[in-house]
T-cell receptor
Framework: NAGVTQTPKFQVLKTGQSMTLQCAQD?????MSWYRQDPGMGLRLIHY???????DQGEVPNGYNVSRSTTEDFPLRLLSAAPSQTSVYFC??????????????FGPGTRLTVL | RKEVEQDPGPFNVPEGATVAFNCTYS??????FFWYRQDCRKEPKLLMS???SGNEDGRFTAQLNRASQYISLLIRDSKLSDSATYLC??????????FGAGTRLTVKP
């Protein structure tokens, strides 16, 4: 049982490049989400999914796309990276949206720098 | 105004000290409340839930005041290993987690 895994751990991009941040969980959780963490801002919700085939926008969705073709995977795509997207990205999963924090699991994070 | 606000610190305290962190939230319909701990360059991890009646877990005590929309965390007998950033987290009425920016604590020998 690996929990929530994220790849890569670190990434440096140039402005305008695209990339996909991978997130996978092996706990059969229906709810998955992506957050970004910036200094002085706390974690902010980018996109979330309540099940395979269903995604929705969070607080800061602009510049990001997601899809959920399987229960296990929830990739985050940056179509044209901008320096404002330099951040630490966390993926999280739980059995359902609004589940107590004691059943919410976070991945180890991806540190992204956009030059 | 941020939905969840915390004093960013940093708090620098000696070992054995008692330290208290405060948090306020703006959405009165918020449902659940938590404290998370985040070590440098790591993911947040749940420290404890916060109940209206207050709750204690060893050296840690959490309190909630719904009328004032205020949450607190008290750490007694601080240890070096308590050095971390403490995040106040609220689940709002849309069932989304809202995070404070965190309060940084450094415990010194």
């Amino acid at each position: 049982n690996a929990g929530v895994t994220q790849t890569p751990k670190f990434q440096v991009l140039k402005t305008g490049q695209s990339m996909t941040l991978q997130c996978a969980q092996d706990m059969n959780h229906e709810y998955m989400s992506w957050y970004r963490q910036d200094p002085g801002m706390g974690l902010r919700l980018i996109h979330y999914s309540v099940g395979a085939g269903i995604t929705d926008q969070g607080e800061v969705p602009n510049g990001y796309n997601v899809s959920r073709s399987t229960t296990e995977d929830f990739p985050l795509r940056l179509l044209s990276a901008a320096p404002s997207q330099t951040s630490v990205y966390f993926c999280a999963s739980s059995y359902y949206r609004g589940a107590g924090a004691d059943t919410q699991y976070f991945g180890p994070g991806t540190r992204l720098t956009v030059l | 105004r941020k939905e969840v606000e915390q004093d960013p610190g940093p708090f620098n305290v000696p070992e054995g000290a008692t330290v208290a962190f405060n948090c306020t939230y703006s959405n009165s319909a918020s449902q659940s409340f938590f404290w998370y701990r985040q070590d440098c360059r790591k993911e947040p991890k749940l420290l404890m839930s916060v109940y209206s009646s207050g709750n204690e877990d060893g050296r840690f005590t959490a309190q909630l005041n719904r009328a004032s929309q205020y949450i607190s965390l008290l750490i007694r007998d601080s240890k070096l290993s308590d050095s971390a950033t403490y995040l106040c987290v609220v689940i709002d009425n849309n069932n989304d987690m809202r995070f404070g920016a965190g309060t940084r604590l450094t415990v010194k020998p």
